[in-house]
C-alpha cells in the first residue's frame, strides 16, 4: 500500500482534467473530498480491487472523480449515481460498484434512488459526502444543513419552520432491513481519517465478497463554503457538525450475510428487436449509405450554442430513416466548460456495439478548440470538416482529408448564423454520399415546420451541398 504521503497506485499518474493540473485535483484547498479519496484509492489497492473496481460520479464537486482513479466509471445524471450503480452492479457481478454522492446529490435530487437501492441490498458501497451544503453550485442551503447553519439560500440561518430538520441519512439507511453496513465516519482529523481508514476497508471486503449494501457517511470539510480556514473548518465538524451527525457504526450484518448472487445474462439485442417487433427487414432497405466498414463514426464538435447536438440528432434521425442502426451520445454539462461540446453519431448496417467514439471517420469541428482537441484522432482515410469562417490555425498532425467549409459565413448569407450546422449536414451528405438532397429536404420541412425557418435551413442546406461539389 502506498504510504500515507505518497500518491496511491490506484490513482493516475497524471490528472488529465486540464493541461495545467496534471498533478493537482480540481478539489479547493483543505477539502476533505481529497482525504477520502486518497483512502478509497489506497484500500483499493491494498485489497487488489482497483481492476475490479466500477465507480459511477455525481453531478457536485465529486464529479470529475473519473480523472482521478485508474478505474472504470461512468457519471451519472444529478442524483442518480445509485441507480446508475444498481445497472453497473447488476451487470458486472464480478465487479465493485462504488457510488460516490454528496449532500445534494443522494440526500436531495436522490433520495429515493438512494434508499430504493439500499432497500434492494444491492452489492455496491455508497459513499455520501456530508458537507451540509451545495459545494459545487455555491453553498446553497442542503437537507443535511445544520439548524442556524447559514448558506447562500438561507442567509439568516435554517429554521426548522422553514426548512425542516437536518437529515440523518445514515441513521435513516441502517433502519431499513437490506443493507449490511451503515456507518458515519470523517475525515477532518488524523484520528477520524484512522477509523475512516477501518470501515471503508471493511465495505470494500464485503463488496469483494459480494455480501450487499455499504453505505458509508463522510463528514468531510468544505472550508470554501463554510467561509473557514481549513483548521477551523476540521475543528468545527468535531466541535459542532458530529452534534448533529454523530460518527459511529450504525448498523453491521458483516457476519450473518451470506454473497448475493443475481442473475445476470448477456441478452443478444437481436432478442430484444425480436421481442419488440423490431426486426429489420432486408427486402424493403433503400440505405444510401455505402459503407465498406462495419459502422461509420461521426464526431460532431463546438461551442454549446452552435448545434453541434442537433446536427449529430439530424445525421441520426436520418440514418435511422434511412434504415440503418444508429446511436447518438451527446457530452456537455461539465465538459461543456472546457469550451468542446460535441455529439458522437455511429452509423452502422449491424448491431452497434458501444456508443463512443473515440477514432472518427468523420469529424465536423465548427471551433478551433475542437479541431485541435479531435482532429488528430481521425486516422488516414478519415474526413475533418472545420469550420474555416471561425477556424484561421489548422494544426500539423493531421492525418485525415481536411475540408475548409466556410459553414458560418454561408449560414448568414442564407439567413441566419444559428445554421452553420445545416450548411454542414449538407456537405456531408453529398460528400460522402450518404443521402439524396430530396430526402434532406423532405427531413427539414418535417423538422422545422415554421415555412421562414424552413426556408431558411433548405438555403444553408444547399449551401453546403453545393460547396461539397468543388471542394
Ligand atoms: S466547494 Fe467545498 S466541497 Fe467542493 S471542492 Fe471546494 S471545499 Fe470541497
Known amino acids: ?165 437536518p437529515l440523518r441519512m445514515a441513521e435513516m439507511m441502517a433502519g431499513l432491513e437490506a443493507p449490511t453496513l451503515v456507518a458515519r465516519v470523517g475525515v477532518n482529523s488524523p484520528r477520524n481519517v484512522r477509523q475512516a481508514i477501518k470501515v471503508i476497508k471493511k465495505g470494500l471486503e464485503i463488496q469483494r465478497d459480494k455480501k450487499g449494501y455499504v453505505f458509508i457517511e463522510v463528514l468531510s470539510q468544505c472550508p470554501t463554503n463554510w467561509k473557514k480556514d481549513t483548521k477551523e473548518a476540521c475543528e468545527w465538524i468535531d466541535d459542532v ?26 441478452v443478444e439485442f437481436s432478442a430484444i428487436a425480436k421481442q419488440l417487433g423490431l426486426e429489420a427487414d432486408d427486402s424493403s432497405s433503400d440505405a444510401q449509405i455505402d459503407m465498406d466498414k462495419d459502422a461509420t463514426q461521426f464526431k460532431f464538435a463546438g461551442f454549446g450554442g452552435q448545434g453541434v447536438l442537433s446536427l449529430g440528432m439530424m445525421m441520426a434521425q436520418l440514418s435511422m430513416q434511412h434504415n440503418m442502426e444508429v446511436t447518438w451520445l451527446p457530452s456537455y454539462g461539465p465538459e461543456m466548460r472546457g469550451g468542446v461540446a460535441n455529439s458522437s453519431v455511429v452509423v452502422s448496417k449491424n448491431t452497434i456495439g458501444s456508443p463512443v467514439v473515440e477514432l472518427p471517420d468523420v469529424l465536423v469541428a465548427l471551433n478551433r478548440p475542437s479541431l485541435e482537441k479531435f482532429g488528430p484522432l481521425v486516422p488516414e482515410g478519415g474526413m475533418i470538416i472545420y469550420n474555416s469562417s471561425l477556424i484561421d490555425q489548422v494544426p500539423a498532425d493531421l492525418k485525415g482529408s481536411v475540408f475548409a467549409l466556410p459553414a458560418t459565413e454561408l449560414a448568414t448569407e442564407a439567413g441566419t448564423a444559428k445554421a452553420a450546422n445545416v450548411v454542414v449536414l449538407g456537405f456531408i451528405a453529398r460528400k460522402a454520399a450518404m443521402f439524396k438532397l430530396a430526402d434532406l429536404e423532405a427531413f427539414l420541412t418535417e423538422t422545422f415546420k415554421k415555412p421562414a425557418l424552413v426556408e431558411t435551413n433548405i438555403k444553408a442546406l444547399r449551401a453546403g451541398w453545393e460547396v461539397a461539389e468543388n471542394l
Not at 51 to 65: E, N, S
Open 241 to 266: 457538525v458530529s452534534k448533529q451527525y454523530p460518527f459511529g457504526v450504525f448498523k453491521d450484518m458483516t457476519d450473518e450475510r451470506d454473497a448475493v448472487e443475481r442473475r445476470c445474462e448477456r
Open 1 to 165: 500500500m502506498a504510504k500515507v504521503y505518497e500518491k496511491s497506485p490506484a490513482f493516475f499518474d497524471t490528472f488529465e482534467r486540464k493541461p495545467s493540473m496534471q498533478k493537482t485535483t480540481h478539489y479547493c484547498p483543505g477539502c476533505g473530498h481529497g482525504t477520502l479519496n486518497k483512502i478509497i484509492a489506497d484500500q483499493l489497492t491494498e485489497l487488489g480491487l482497483q481492476d475490479k473496481a466500477i465507480f459511477v460520479g455525481p453531478v457536485g464537486c465529486g464529479v470529475f472523480i473519473y480523472y482521478y482513479f485508474e478505474s472504470a466509471a461512468v457519471s451519472a445524471a444529478h442524483g442518480r449515481a445509485s441507480a446508475v450503480a444498481t445497472g453497473v452492479s447488476r451487470a458486472n457481478p464480478d465487479g465493485v460498484t462504488i457510488s460516490y454522492q454528496g449532500d445534494g446529490d443522494l440526500a436531495a435530487i436522490g433520495t429515493s434512488n438512494a434508499i430504493h437501492a439500499a432497500n434492494r441490498g444491492e452489492n455496491m458501497i455508497v459513499f455520501f459526502v456530508n458537507n451540509n451544503t451545495y459545494g459545487m453550485t455555491g453553498g446553497q442551503l442542503a437537507p443535511t444543513t445544520l439548524i442556524d447553519q447559514t448558506s447562500t439560500t438561507s442567509p439568516t440561518g435554517r429554521t426548522v419552520k422553514n426548512d425542516g430538520y
